[in-house]
């Protein structure tokens, strides 16, 4: 069990999202899995270089409301 956050007396900011449960996913293959992590290496070297983006709540939440109404549709 993952233990809640006490947002009440807390000064840590937080969202709300959308979270869908007990999803059948498929196994990755071995390509898969190596696409998948050279791609999250890929990645985190962006970062260390000073090429990631920095965190938006506002663009984060449009973005995410965006995505699950045109799921919807």
Sequence with gaps: MIAKIDTK???RRTTTVPV??????????ETERANLQ????????RIKA???????PETFKTRLADIYRASKR
């Excluded at 869908?20 to 293959?29: H, R």
């Excluded at 791609?39 to 985190?44: H, I, Q, T």
């Design 9 to 11: 007396n807390s000064r």
């Design 20 to 29: 869908t449960t007990l999803e059948e996913i498929p196994v990755l293959s």
């Design 38 to 45: 050279q791609s999250l290496k890929d990645a985190e070297a």
């Design 50 to 56: 000073g090429e990631g983006v920095e965190y938006d």
